[in-house]
């Protein structure tokens, strides 16, 4: 792998998505180590559909990030949290903001295969559910990758572009339960129980060592 710059932040949710990109942009890989739990949401989804008093209880910072989907639980140790920014004009840049994510994809998928995890990279459109609006891992876009065998959702992306580039933010699970992050989103306790089975067979943890993932990523991209 050359060419790519790797970066730790250690810092709040909230602290990391308030990062600008900076000036001039190369090709940068960004890992956030959250330092505090948050519910991270989508650009355009309502701040109604979360639960505030729940949020507090719990202990659970709301942020929203400027690019779009659903929710995502965010909670020290329990994701590969990485953001990859790519400047306007790379090799890698194209103007289709949905094939966009297909190189990144393919480099989850080979990081993940190395390891044992066979993953597949979704080339198809948009595969919403019903419940994707509220939350991330329940639908499926563009270049996020699926386990081979189930189908299941391994890896979360979403985007956001400026006139300098992309930040490509990807978000990997070490255990999927929806529950937690259920909890936190303005149900009543029937669609709660109904959420929870719902969601339970749409995603995945990746099954292995979050760091050792971290390194085989560097080292899979472009």
Sequence with gaps: MTGWAVERHREAPAAFHARELPVPLGRTVWVCEPTEP??????????????????????????????????????PGALLWVDVLLPTGDPL??????????????????????????????????????????VCFAGLGTGEVVDAGSGAKLLGLSQRR?????????????????????ALLTLGQEERTSAVAELAPVAAGVGVPLDALLDALVHALP
Excluded at 46 to 68: I, M, N
Excluded at 168 to 174: G, I, V
């Design 162 to 182: 400026t006139r300098a580039g992309a930040r490509f933010q990807c978000a990997a699970l070490a255990d999927w339960d929806p529950g937690p992050l259920v």
């Design 93 to 134: 840049w194209t103007e289709d903001v949905g094939r966009a994510f297909l190189w990144l994809g393919d480099a989850w998928a080979a990081a993940l295969g190395s390891l044992g995890r066979a993953g597949v990279v979704h080339r198809g459109p948009l595969r919403p559910s019903p419940w994707s609006d509220r």
């Design 38 to 75: 948050a519910l991270v949401l989508g650009s355009s989804q309502p701040l109604e559909s979360v639960d505030a008093d729940a949020c507090a209880s719990a202990g659970v910072d709301v942020v929203r990030r400027r690019s779009g989907g659903g929710a995502v639980l965010v909670e």
